[in-house]
């Protein structure tokens, strides 16, 4: 029986909404002091930070587990770093906003329409109400969107290992040591394949040098 998928907490449970508290902060920076709206962003900063962290600490356990030389095992944890970094520069920082601010402009829009007498303090409050309601709708699409084009680009591009669990992991997986497609047992079949190779290989120079008779004999 398969160990059941470790749930990473930091994208997995409501630990997530952390990423989007500068919005929040930002969406009422007109209505809280200004060092509370720089605690969002200080909220959202530590909150990468520790999934970083989380996602580098994962790699460096499973390479000194696995006992995986140096040039693999940091190699490793500085990919893992990389990616998680470049994850919440585009799931939490830059396309979030888009699709916020855009609800916020135009809920703003069919909130004058709707309701001409409102004031544009009302206006504006309720147009940034309906801008974080979408906070809870947009994050999981987001952020699959995310995975699946780091996974096509990226993460392709550089080999970085898919982003699992790195204590339970799934049979296929390229961290998986029991994977023959795995960074360890990769080098262990090229080093395989580079020694049949040479235990096959007929030295040219040498059968040019034979006898004719020689020559047959290598070559049938």
Request: charged share 25%; glycine share 4%; hydrophobic share 40%.
């Amino acid at each position: 029986k398969m160990p059941e998928k470790e749930v990473d907490i930091f994208r997995e449970t409501s630990i997530r909404y952390l990423g989007y508290a500068n919005e929040v902060g930002e969406a009422f920076r007109h209505f809280l002091p200004v060092r509370v709206v720089h605690l969002t962003y200080l909220i959202a900063f530590g909150y990468a930070t520790a999934d970083a962290c989380d996602k580098g600490n994962r790699a460096y356990q499973f390479a000194h587990k696995n006992k995986l030389p140096s040039d693999q095992k940091y190699p490793l944890v500085g990919k893992q770093l990389a990616d998680t970094f470049v994850w919440q520069m585009l799931a939490s920082v830059l396309i979030p906003p888009i699709f916020i601010h855009q609800t916020v402009k135009i809920s703003k829009f069919v909130g004058g329409r709707t309701f001409p007498h409102w004031g544009s303090a009302r206006l504006g409050m309720f147009s940034t109400v309906c801008g974080l309601a979408m906070i809870p709708l947009i994050i999981k699409p987001i952020d699959h969107a995310v995975d699946f084009a780091m996974d096509n680009t990226l993460r392709k591009w550089l080999k970085i290992p898919p982003l699992v669990s790195l204590t339970t992991l799934e049979p296929d997986s390229p961290l998986n040591p029991t994977n023959p497609d795995s960074i360890p047992g990769a080098l262990e079949r090229f080093e395989e394949e580079a020694k049949s190779d040479e235990e096959s290989k007929v030295d040219i120079e040498t059968v040019l040098a034979e006898k004719p008779q020689d020559k047959n004999k290598h070559l049938s």
